[in-house]
Structure formats: structure tokens, C-alpha cells
């Protein structure tokens, strides 16, 4: 028997062509579904290396800016395994610089950048002084590594100051683990005080 159009068009979904078309649906939502979860995953996992680079870049950008402005001699490291620090004079207090008389920096301020134990933050912390400072001793170095001051970076895992002739070299890794997979990185800079 032949149908003619209209009766085609009137005739309606048979169960089987109705359950054809729904498992076909089913199917092509699980793989659409299936894309997207793998482009998240994706995203995330870049989103994740992103952080930890930035976070690292950021904390040795932080350090460089202001251990350029001082002076080689006035730079104290710890030695020891914690906390991690390295601490120097600074002629800047209240975003000002401060000169002596002969123009040569009035050294006004400790600055000690450190990673303590059982942390996964870089602290900054400033000190201010009145009159004329000397470089820190190793112990009034540790001494004001105590939890307070400001974060710098996140997610550090080690950190490492070297005393060079003219230079202090800085290392820096960063790690975040998102998923199983751990991301990271490393940053070893020279900054060459200039005053």
C-alpha cells in the first residue's frame, strides 16, 4: 500500500522510530558532554600553570624592585634550612627615599623577605628604625621571621638567597597541584644592588 504525502505527513512517530531518535539524542549529548568536560579539565589545568608562574614572577619581581635600591654590604641570609630569609637596609619608608646630607641613602627601614616552616607563603615584612641601622645579624634576621608582614606569593615550596662579590642571586619555585598532576615553576634571578 502506498501512501500519499499527506497521509505520510498524517500517519505520525511509530515507538520504534521514536526510540531510534531519542537513543541517537541520548547519544550525541553524552559526547557533547564528554567534550566539554575535557575542555574544562583542560582549562583548568592551564589556568592552574598560569597561577603558579604569575605567583612566582610576582614574588621575585617584588624582591628584585626593591633589592636593586640598596646596597650589597647591607644584605644578611640565613643559613639555615628555616626559615628560609634574606633581609636588607632600605632608604625608603612611607614610598619616600631618604638621603643623607652628602646625598648617599639614609638607610631607614629592614626589609626581610622569608618562607617559614610549614608555609607555603612568601612574607614580606618591614621594619622601621629612627636612627642610623646596621646590616642585621643572622639572629635579628630570624627574629623577624615570625608570621607577620605581607604575602607576596603563594604556593612557594622553596626559596633561596646566595650572596654573591656584587650580587645577590634568588631562586624561587612555585607549586600547585590541580588534579593529580603537580604544576611548577622555577625562577633564578641576579640583582645587583646599585648603591
Not at 29 to 49: F, M, Q
Not at 56 to 81: C, P, Q, R, Y
Not at 111 to 124: E, H, I, K
Request: aromatic share 10%.
Amino acid at each position: 500500500m502506498k501512501f500519499s504525502n499527506e497521509q505520510r505527513l498524517m500517519r505520525g512517530i511509530t515507538l520504534a522510530e521514536l526510540l531510534v531518535a531519542t537513543t541517537v539524542a541520548a547519544l550525541l549529548a553524552l559526547a557533547v558532554a564528554a567534550i566539554l568536560n575535557i575542555s574544562l579539565k583542560y582549562w583548568k589545568t592551564i589556568d592552574a600553570k598560569a597561577e603558579v608562574q604569575l605567583n612566582a614572577m610576582l614574588g621575585i619581581e617584588a624582591m628584585k624592585n626593591e633589592m636593586n635600591s640598596s646596597n650589597i654590604g647591607s644584605f644578611t641570609v640565613n643559613a639555615a634550612s628555616f626559615p628560609k630569609a634574606v633581609g636588607f637596609q632600605s632608604a625608603f619608608y612611607n614610598n619616600q627615599f631618604y638621603k643623607n646630607a652628602d646625598g648617599a641613602p639614609s638607610w631607614q627601614t629592614y626589609v626581610v623577605y622569608y618562607l617559614a616552616a610549614n608555609s607555603t607563603d612568601l612574607v614580606r615584612r618591614e621594619i622601621y628604625s629612627s636612627g642610623p641601622i646596621a646590616p642585621l645579624t643572622p639572629a635579628a634576621l630570624t627574629a623577624y621571621c615570625t608570621g607577620a608582614g605581607n604575602v607576596k606569593a603563594m604556593d612557594v615550596t622553596a626559596f633561596n638567597a646566595t650572596l654573591g662579590a656584587n650580587y645577590i642571586e634568588l631562586y624561587l619555585k612555585t607549586q600547585l597541584d590541580y588534579g593529580g598532576k603537580e604544576n611548577s615553576t622555577n625562577i633564578t634571578t641576579r640583582v645587583y644592588p646599585r648603591n
